[in-house]
């Protein structure tokens, strides 16, 4: 023991702080050092796509309640998951339980919703709307919806990086 260290004061909090920190790294899970910036890219892309979704829900309900549902849920979703992705949500410091597994949740769901928006999008361009009073009718590109689609292909290709980048040890 060095002699400066033996007149401290015995501070039991000193070695609490380390298991902390070795706690929280633990629950983190792999480490990859871009993980937060590309969750911020991806939080951002999904919010562009929300908030598109969130601007035309207006002229969908007019059309039909039912296509204006779709937009208002889709838009509360997917700016749900950007703040979620942007603020770090799911933080080990406030969250219990196994952070790693519900941060591959989320961008599992994240990339499986905005996939089934972009085969919609596709198949309302293509064979036309599934259902609905213009069941059948093929829908013109717009250019609000390039943006949009634009955005979301980029959050599944943040999204699918993040999940092989961060999954665990030995799979």
Known sequence: MRPHQASLPNNPGQHQQPALLTAIRRAEGPRWSERRRMEKFVGVCVVISGSVHGLVTQEHFQEWWG???????????????????????????YTPGDVHRLRRLMYISGAVGNISILALYVLTRTVGIPLGPVSGSVESVGAIDLVAKTTEVLAVAGLVLLLIKTRPVGD
Not at 69 to 84: D, E, N, R, Y
């Open 67 to 93: 296509y204006g549902i779709f937009f208002l849920v889709a838009a509360v979703c997917l700016i749900g998951l950007g703040l979620a992705l942007i603020t770090d949500a799911i933080d080990p410091r």
